[in-house]
């Protein structure tokens, strides 16, 4: 089961899964999606070889933690027979006990979790009655990092667990066909997301600000509540000029927009209740050959330093960012290079052929030696 499989994006890892094992593979999925500006998604109806989609009907549209499956799900079970049920879901989640429960009425096959919750939270009545019902009646987990891992088992996670990070696809997030050979013109830097304060939009353009006029251009992907706020800071700081707005783009244009980018800035700032679990919009820029400047926000300085995909401003501050910048203004070599090693190393670790290697080995694994027993 995974809620966004209906997308094509989503939905071709695990087909791709299917051709490389020889599995039959059945994607369950929510029939329609609300994303995280308020577009609805319908799940795609177009035939993949390697798996076979079924679409469901929901209620609370875009409710991460709390949409459910309207239609009975014990019924695809029962028709379907798996071997094995992944749930890509998080273990509190309302759709995730849904199917856990579905699953173990009809059959004792292996039933792994997903997880990107890096932070010990303890949720209210019934969330946390359900994540202990997860976490009981399943076999084990795929997390995105190992700080993940970490924090499924001080919650108490006592099954296997595999960290598996995100994929990204290396046909569609390219690198531009011949880099840029002018060495004085100003740097095309990206800020790629949701515009919320805590992506710390406002912190890339005081970083801007503090970079001389010819040294840098800011393009901004993405919509939210926080951009009239970030357009009166560019203008109040005098650098609304330097600052393109694309608003939020569809999956294909973002990742050419990449290709016009030299470097993105994930200037991200941590909450009480969330922090940057992962960083997709690193590898995905690392993909198209684009090296990052990131905060110190949860996972990103890991996966910089794992990557080799750029820099750390550590302290997360505007005159860290901008120095940074300035210094790569005139250090061109070492921008360029940053960026084919984090190419190289996307390729390695995150494309989705080493992605579908180890989901394979896990699922196996778990098929052949299930740990829950109730």
Not at 55 to 82: C, M, Q, T, W, Y
Not at 161 to 181: C, N, Y
Request: proline letters at 7%; glycine letters at 6%.
């Amino acid at each position: 089961m995974h809620p966004w499989a209906g997308l094509p994006a989503r939905r071709a890892l695990y087909s791709k899964l299917g051709v490389a094992t020889g599995w039959s593979i059945r994607l369950l999925t929510t029939s329609v999606w609300k994303d995280e500006y308020g577009k609805l998604v319908a799940a795609s109806a177009e035939p993949q070889n390697g798996s076979d989609l079924v679409a469901v009907p929901i209620a609370l549209k875009g409710n991460i933690p709390l949409h459910f499956f309207v239609g009975g799900l014990r019924k695809h079970v029962r028709e379907f027979r798996p071997d094995l049920v992944y749930i890509y879901h998080e273990p509190y989640a309302a759709a995730t006990f849904q199917m856990l429960r579905a699953t173990r009425a009809v059959t004792s096959a292996p039933v792994g979790i997903r997880s990107a919750q890096n932070l010990v939270k303890r949720y209210p009545v019934p969330f946390r009655q359900t994540e202990r019902y997860v976490y009981r009646h399943s076999d084990f987990a795929v997390v995105v990092s190992e700080t993940v891992g970490r924090t499924l088992r001080t919650k108490g996670y006592t099954k296997p667990i595999d960290v598996i990070p995100m994929p990204v696809d290396l046909a569609r997030f390219t690198p531009r066909a011949s880099p840029p050979t002018d060495s004085t013109r100003a740097l095309r830097i990206g800020f790629v997301g949701r515009l919320v304060p805590e992506k710390g939009l406002d912190t890339a353009i005081r970083a801007l600000a503090l970079t001389p006029p010819g040294a840098a251009r800011l393009t901004v992907i993405g919509s939210g509540p926080d951009e009239p706020r970030a357009r009166s800071l560019a203008a109040q700081l005098g650098v609304a000029a330097r600052v393109t707005w694309r608003g939020a783009l569809e999956h294909d244009e973002v990742a050419r927009s990449y290709q016009d980018m030299d470097l993105i800035l994930v200037p991200s700032r941590p909450t009480p209740r969330w922090q940057e679990q992962f960083g997709r919009v690193v590898i995905e820029a690392a993909a198209c050959g684009v090296p990052a400047i990131v905060s110190g926000s949860g996972e990103l300085p890991n996966l910089i330093n794992h990557l080799g995909a750029g820099w750390v401003a550590q302290d997360s501050d505007a005159r860290t960012f901008a120095a940074i910048i300035r210094h790569l203004h005139s250090e061109r070599g070492e921008l360029h290079e940053t960026a084919l090693t984090a190419r190289t190393a996307v390729e390695t670790t995150f494309s989705d052929d080493a992605i579908v290697q180890s989901l394979a080995a896990t699922f196996a694994r778990a098929a052949q030696n299930p740990t829950n027993k109730t």
